[in-house]
C-alpha cells in the first residue's frame, strides 16, 4: 500500500450563511492514482453536497501511522533511524516519516515516543509538524474501508 495526499474542492456553507469555495487536504492508502481517487470520491460523497473535484493527487511517503481517539489533529514526524553502516561500522541515519494523530504537539511527541519505544530500532526525532489533513482513510482488508477520523 502507499499513501496519497488528496485535496477536495466545493463549496462549503460558513456558519455565518455565507458561501465559500474551500480546499480541503485527505490522505488514502491505496495502490495507485486511479484507486486513490475513487476512494477519495467515494469517501467524500456523503459529506459533501454539490459537486466537488478532486484538484491534486500526490505520494506520500510515510512508514507507519500511529493513531489515537481522543486526537483531533495530524502531524507527521520526520523519525532518523539509527542504524550501523556493515562496512565502517559508523552510524548511520535514515530518514522515516509517521503521521501521528493527537490533540497537541506535545501529545503527538509523546505518542511517537510511547509508539517506538515498542521496536528495538535507535532513532531521533527530527521534526514534528502539524498538517492540513481533515480525516484519514485506511483500507482494512477484512472489514471494507475504515475511516481514522480526526475529530
Given at each position: ?43 467524500m460523497k456523503p459529506y459533501i453536497s454539490g459537486e466537488f473535484e478532486v484538484s491534486n493527487i500526490r505520494r506520500v511517503r510515510l ?89
Amino acid at each position: 500500500m502507499y499513501y496519497f495526499d488528496c485535496k477536495i474542492k466545493f463549496e462549503k456553507q460558513l456558519e455565518e450563511g455565507k458561501v465559500q469555495k474551500v480546499s480541503e487536504s485527505y490522505l488514502i492508502d491505496a495502490l495507485t492514482f486511479t484507486e486513490a481517487e475513487a476512494r477519495i470520491v467515494e469517501e467524500m460523497k456523503p459529506y459533501i453536497s454539490g459537486e466537488f473535484e478532486v484538484s491534486n493527487i500526490r505520494r506520500v511517503r510515510l512508514s507507519d501511522i500511529f493513531t489515537n481517539s481522543g486526537g483531533d489533529k495530524w502531524y507527521k514526524a520526520k523519525l532518523m533511524y539509527i542504524v550501523p553502516d556493515e562496512e565502517t561500522g559508523a552510524e548511520k541515519k535514515t530518514a522515516n516519516f509517521v503521521l501521528v494523530q493527537a490533540s497537541s504537539f506535545e501529545e503527538a511527541v509523546k505518542l511517537v515516543i510511547s509508539e517506538m519505544g515498542k521496536t528495538a530500532i535507535d532513532y531521533e526525532i527530527n521534526t514534528v509538524q502539524e498538517t492540513a489533513y481533515m480525516d484519514v482513510y485506511r483500507f482494512e482488508s477484512k472489514s471494507g474501508s475504515e475511516s481514522q477520523t480526526a475529530g
